[in-house]
């Protein structure tokens, strides 16, 4: 049974279109369904408020719906039944069996088109919260462990040659810093996803004077998609937005994975980990394989490349909906649990990790010093460009002496001995603070718990 079914002609679908239109959408609806009951009470009590539903009609709709919500949806117990086309099909018709004619009356200014868009921007709002908080918990290990190892020396390098000293306090706390500007652009991401687009319809609004405004407070949302065409507009626009954000803490990640295989290296050998969290090989007894950040590596990788996936899907679509929009669906919601898998198993992994501290003894890093023993000699009068060709002929002469004690002495703003780690820490929680979540919590209790006020 299909809700766009008028009469028997349909019923004969062609099996093979059937199943290659629908894809997997019974199977992924099944992510947006707490969403769908939630968009479907602030709708249904917008009806009532404009009269095309009596207060009983409502009260007995909110129940059942509030029913699926805590009782089916929230214990695990909620299915698309087979031969249903997805959730704002199952939902209907679960209204409908359950209620009679008063399950047939939900959809009364609405389409699937801004149903579905509904759906997916209340999904995104609660995924981007997921995400925060474990990017949250992942900041605060690195500069827990930033702040630990602060004194531990490392090279620093540039064209993937030996540099300058950097620190282990350096090292973590430039990924905690680089996670705040990939917090900034989920955002301003999070800010255009919160946009109400209920009402809209097919995309191009209704006869009957429904109230955007209305479902808009009801949701949460902090605006209205005011233009109905655009509303629908928004589809493929919106995920593509949002994978950009998500790709740039996927790429934050993807670069610090590749740092962890090259310092895990026996040619750096600067960190390591417990045996029981690498892998070794089948012929060559001495390996410790770091086979989590190379899939950290390569799925991150992989979630980088969404956002242009989704760009080359809709890049010659004219307005209006398109079913296109359905294989973005089917990459775009299982994003989220990948990166927060990643986080995860990243974070775990961090939490085990063994740095090694006497790694500048090695006589291979004594040129790291040589800026240390230049800038020693400007501070005693020479000029640069002269100190640093002495200390280049010394080099070239193998009469460098390195000067390795006054390192941590350097004090300004992010240097290893200043790394300005509670400043960091302070730009994160400001930046976490203006997603507001909880208002978000405050609202969607008040339409699954709450009393629910009558025009």
């Known amino acids: 049974m299909k809700i766009w079914e008028k009469n028997n002609l349909f019923k004969n679908i062609n099996k093979e279109i059937e199943y290659f239109t629908s894809g997997k959408d019974s199977e992924l609806d099944l992510l947006l369904a707490p969403h769908d009951v939630i968009g479907t009470i602030a709708h249904v009590i917008m009806l009532e408020n404009i009269g095309l539903l009596n207060k009983n009609d409502l009260e007995i709709l909110i129940k059942e719906l509030r029913n699926i919500y805590i009782n089916e949806i929230l214990t695990k117990n909620f299915r698309i039944d087979e031969g249903i086309e997805d959730i704002h099909s199952q939902i209907e018709l679960l209204l409908t069996d359950r209620l009679g004619e008063i399950g047939k009356k939900i959809h009364s200014g ?74 900034l652009l989920i955002r301003t991401a999070y800010r255009i996803t919160n946009k109400n687009p209920l009402g809209s319809a097919a995309g191009y609004g209704s006869s009957f004077p429904l109230n955007r405004k209305m479902t808009t407070e009801l949701l949460g949302f902090d605006h209205l998609n005011y233009n109905v065409v655009y509303a629908q507009m928004g589809r493929g626009k919106m995920e593509r937005i949002v994978t950009e ?19 895990l290296n026996q040619n750096f050998n600067f960190i390591s980990f417990p045996d029981h969290l690498t892998t070794g090989s089948s012929i060559m007894p001495h390996k410790k ?70 790694i500048l003894k090695e006589e291979k ?3 790291l010093f040589s800026v240390e023993t230049v800038n020693k000699l400007v501070k005693k009068g020479v000029p640069f460009r002269e100190a640093y060709k002495k200390v280049g002929l010394d080099i070239q002469t193998g009469c460098f002496a390195p000067l390795t004690k006054n390192v941590f002495s350097h004090s300004h703003e992010g240097s290893i001995g200043n790394l300005c780690n509670q400043e960091i820490r302070e730009m994160m929680q400001n930046v976490i603070k203006e997603f507001d979540f909880e208002k978000i919590n405050k609202v969607i209790e008040r339409l699954v718990y709450g009393k629910i006020q009558f025009s």
């Open 110 to 183: 609405r389409s699937r088109n801004d149903q579905i868009l509904v759906d997916l921007k209340l999904f995104v709002r609660e995924q981007i919260k997921e995400i925060v908080l474990i990017v949250s918990s992942f900041f605060d290990v690195l500069l827990k462990l930033s702040e630990q190892y602060k004194n531990v020396l490392i090279p620093g390098y540039t064209h993937y040659q030996i540099a300058m000293p950097s620190s282990f306090g350096l090292w973590f706390s430039a990924y905690a810093e680089s996670l705040i500007d990939d917090l």
């Open 245 to 263: 954000s998500l790709s740039s803490l996927a790429r934050t990640l993807s670069k610090m994975s590749q740092d962890i295989c090259l310092y």
């Open 289 to 358: 394989n770091p086979d989590v950040f190379e899939i950290i590596r390569a799925k991150c990788n992989r979630i980088s490349s969404l956002p242009n996936e989704i760009s080359l899907i809709c890049s010659n679509l004219c307005s209006g909906y398109h079913r296109d929009f359905q294989i973005i669906k089917e990459r775009f919601l299982p994003v989220f649990d990948e990166l927060k898998n990643c986080f995860s198993i990243f974070q775990y992994m961090l939490n085990n990790i063994i740095v090694r501290n006497d």
């Open 365 to 367: 890093y004594k040129y």
